[in-house]
């Protein structure tokens, strides 16, 4: 059985849903959620993992594994 690895990380305690990573991310895969208000990631596998959400996020919610 394969385990999965996230690559994705995003603290839900520390995001605010300002959509930074969102803007900044070439994949398009991250989104805020509009009845949460917080960052969410559609296809993690797709990630460039060039660490641009990370540099972005104000609150340093959005982690790259």
Do not use: R, S, W
């Amino acid at each position: 059985m394969q385990t999965m690895t996230k690559i994705v990380m995003i603290d839900e305690d520390l995001c605010t849903g300002c959509g930074a990573c969102v803007k900044i991310c070439p994949q398009k895969i991250l989104f805020v959620d509009k009845t949460d208000n917080i960052c969410h990631v559609t296809d993690e596998n797709k990630c460039d993992k060039l660490l641009g959400c990370e540099l972005v996020c104000p609150t340093k919610a959005i982690k790259i594994y």
